[in-house]
């Protein structure tokens, strides 16, 4: 977006959040014992003393505790929390999930929660208000390039990216002028901004690699699990203006039984405009095994 939004992933663990780790908790209550009485450390040392199993079963306990304290501080922050825990926290901002958005997207959408309090005014509330038109747009621009003008570029999640007419239609329901049939608009679009939505604008690419790979692993198992990680990183990386790297393909295509990559396109990075979405086309991925 034309903004940053905060990365909630490299959010630092909070401090309540301890570790679990058994035999670190089991240590710790043998210690607090011995020194309450140092004659029961060589009794303490036998894993078939009662008094060893029950310090086990204490610290089993203990870890079942944190365990479940883990659970809940994660089921209450943004960052961590899933489905209808998630649910949850967007309420307290007045935000519902949308049909089958999944909570990557409406954690977004809570983010951009107090933007969407006032009109639609900074690019942030903009972009909040078109997200929440619909669960297919996946990402939005906003840009402003005379006074009052505003043109908003919207992608869709399906395809390659162009939206819709049913999509078009609703957007443009969401933020065009008072003539509209839709009496939220008047509450969304500030009275003076002429809002104009805009397809997105694809780039297309293909990409072809050949894998090294040593005898014995089955190149087609190879082959399955280089397509999956490469799909991952081309989801992750389709929104508006963002690159898809030579690196960031070679690095997805890197696995475990790869011992080289030969990538022969795209022959250089593909670097969009904030209005555009780099697509891939078709993907090629070939295996040769050394020697």
Not at 131 to 156: F, G, K, M, W, Y
């Amino acid at each position: 977006m034309a903004f940053e939004q905060l990365d909630l992933s490299q959010l630092p663990v909070p401090k309540v959040i301890k570790e679990l780790d058994f035999e670190q908790r089991l240590t710790a209550l043998k210690q607090a014992l011995v020194a309450q009485d140092e004659a029961l450390h060589p009794v303490l040392a036998l894993e078939s003393e009662p008094l060893t199993k029950l310090l086990e079963l204490m610290a089993y306990r203990e870890l079942e505790q944190q365990s479940m304290l883990n659970d809940a501080v994660n089921a209450n922050l943004l960052a961590s929390a899933s489905g209808s825990d998630l649910d949850a926290i967007a309420a307290r901002f007045n935000v519902a999930r949308l049909g089958n958005e999944d909570d990557e997207c409406l954690r977004a959408r809570t983010q951009l929660a107090f933007d969407g309090l006032n009109t639609a005014g900074s690019a942030a509330s903009y972009c909040f208000h078109a997200l929440s038109v619909s669960n297919e747009i996946c990402d939005v621009q906003v840009h402003s390039p005379r006074p009052c003008e505003i043109e908003l570029t919207a992608l869709s999640r399906i395809g390659k990216g162009t939206l819709s007419a049913e999509l078009l239609s609703k957007l443009h329901d969401a933020f065009t002028p008072e003539l509209s049939t839709q009496p939220q608009v008047s509450k969304v679009r500030p009275l003076g901004d002429r809002v104009t939505i805009k397809q997105p604008q694809i780039l297309t690419f293909n990409i072809t690699a050949e894998l090294e790979i040593l005898p014995g692993p089955s190149p087609e198992v190879i082959v399955d699990s280089a397509s999956a990680a490469l799909d991952a990183y081309l989801t992750e990386r389709r929104r508006l203006g963002r690159q898809i790297t030579r690196a960031g393909i070679s690095n997805a295509l890197f696995l475990s039984g790869v011992e080289n990559i030969r990538l022969e396109s795209p022959s250089e990075d593909i670097i969009p405009l904030d209005i555009e979405v780099a697509y891939c086309d078709q993907m090629d991925l070939r295996v040769k095994v050394r020697g």
